[in-house]
């Protein structure tokens, strides 16, 4: 089964409105990487965090890694239209990537 | 980062037959994954294909409903074999070229199966 929890499944915002979505798991992760499925679309690679603590940023895209390494973050400050998608969370076990249930975000106009 | 060419990208199949999907890499790569995605659910992996060995299969997938060939670094075939409705579901294949730049997938083929 999978290893890494995601929540909320689902998150439904007004355009303007912040998002998070968070993975959580009971052991430490080696890493974490992010990605973004537009509906009928394939995962795109967002960001990789590796380091206890790390923060990255990508324009209104904010990402966490805990302290613990056993949880991470996405934030996206104001969202738009074009941010419409399932976002999941996924960790590395050798060259294996295993995916978090994901978030599907909707943003209404 | 690599480009995948992956194909059929949908298809509608009659129970009991087999389809074999195909990924085209633009560079060369050690291993190529394959995952299921059922719909409005996360990404499976069913197997992790490598060039001249045996495809290693997660828990819950054998050889025999999923073979995969691996004939060279830029390619790979995942078959469906005596499907079933159960395997309607989309098909991905997927590729690391440097763990920074994560993983790059293929369109994925959407797979209906009557």
């Known amino acids: 089964g999978q290893q890494v929890m995601q929540i909320p499944q689902y998150q439904h915002v007004q355009e303007g409105e912040d998002f998070t979505t968070y993975c959580n798991s009971s052991t430490t992760l080696s890493n974490i990487q992010w990605y973004k499925q537009r509906p009928g679309g394939h995962p795109v690679f967002l960001i990789q965090l590796v380091k206890s603590g790390e923060v990255k940023k990508q324009k209104r895209l904010t990402f966490q890694f805990g302290e613990a390494k056993k949880n991470s973050s996405l934030h996206i400050t104001a969202t738009q239209t074009t941010d419409v998608g399932t976002y999941f969370c996924?960790?590395?076990?050798?060259?294996?990537?295993?995916f978090g249930e994901g978030t599907q975000l909707t943003v209404n106009p | 980062s690599a480009v995948i060419s992956q194909k059929p990208s949908r298809d509608i199949c009659q129970r009991g037959t087999s389809l074999t999907i195909q990924c085209q890499v633009d560079s060369q790569v050690t291993m190529m994954f394959w995952y299921r995605q059922q719909p409005g659910q996360s990404l499976t992996l069913i197997a992790t294909?490598?060039?001249?060995?045996?495809?290693?299969?997660e828990s819950g997938f054998v050889i025999d409903k999923f073979p995969i060939s691996r004939p060279n670094l830029t390619f790979s075939t995942l078959t469906v074999s005596n499907m079933s409705p159960e395997d309607s579901s989309i098909y991905l294949c997927?590729?690391?070229?440097?763990?920074?730049?994560?993983?790059?997938f293929g369109s994925g083929t959407r797979l209906t199966v009557v």
């Open positions: 294909a490598n060039q001249g060995s045996e495809a290693t299969y």
């Open positions: 996924g960790e590395t076990s050798g060259s294996r990537l295993t």
């Open positions: 997927s590729v690391a070229v440097t763990g920074a730049n994560g993983y790059t």
